[in-house]
């Protein structure tokens, strides 16, 4: 029987806030800064590179890009309204 997952640590919620403090931090370096704010320096080198929050992604790569997937469901929609089923064979 599968377990029920239980996170380890708790979630910061101030994380966005202290990453705001760590990007103005002037005169100290980008290690200094994370550790004073308690962040992952990695994040804070992030931030700073692209000035922006990173985007949250679920799941994995797509298979096919967003234009060919819109194209298909329209194609299954004209076929549906014409009367064929989807089937394997």
Not at 11 to 34: G, I, Y
Not at 37 to 53: D, F, N, V, Y
């Amino acid at each position: 029987m599968p377990r029920k997952y239980g996170r380890v640590k708790p979630e910061n919620k101030d994380h966005e806030e202290n990453l705001e403090k760590a990007v103005k931090e002037d005169k100290v370096s980008v290690r200094t800064a994370a550790k004073m704010q308690g962040i992952a320096r990695t994040s804070l080198q992030q931030r700073l590179a692209t000035g922006e929050k990173p985007k949250k992604t679920v799941g994995g790569q797509l298979s096919l890009p967003k234009e060919a997937e819109m194209e298909l469901a329209e194609c299954l929609k004209i076929k549906a309204k014409w009367g064929f089923g989807n089937s394997m064979s």
